[in-house]
Every structure is written in C-alpha cells, then in structure tokens.
C-alpha cells in the first residue's frame, strides 16, 4: 500500500497488543510489518528501510531501547 503514510515496523512480544496495534496503524493507513522479537525487526530494518520503528521496551533477550540502539545509525 503505497499511501504516502509510509511503513511502521511494529515489535511486540505479547501477541495481542502487536495483533491490536498493527491493526489500529494498518486503519489508519500505514504499511505495517509485525515482528514478536527485535532479533527478527532487526534483519527487517535494513539500510533502505525508510519507515518508522515502533517497540515494546520491556521483551526478552534485546529489549525495546537496545534494538532501537542497534539501529540508530
């Protein structure tokens, strides 16, 4: 969907808040990619992503500020 809105990769470890937000974004008009871990967001966010990251703060392993660290360029 190309409405000018842009992307959003949506990372949330719990199923139904990722389920309802990305829905939520997705009737707003935005292209939504939803990812349950930020090691699976990371190989998503590439050099030519142009969107937006949008993730829980508190998940296993790499949480919300670390995944946004490692991909802050």
Do not use: W
């Not at 309802?20 to 997705?26: D, I």
């Amino acid at each position: 969907m190309d409405n000018g809105k842009g992307s959003v990769l949506l990372v949330d470890d719990e199923e139904h808040v990722r389920v309802s937000a990305g829905q939520s974004l997705e009737l707003a008009g935005y292209s939504v990619s939803c990812f349950d871990s930020a090691a699976d967001a990371i190989g998503r966010a590439t050099g030519d992503f142009d969107g937006i990251v949008v993730s829980d703060i508190r998940m296993p392993d790499i949480d919300g500020t670390a995944l946004l660290q490692r991909l802050k360029v």
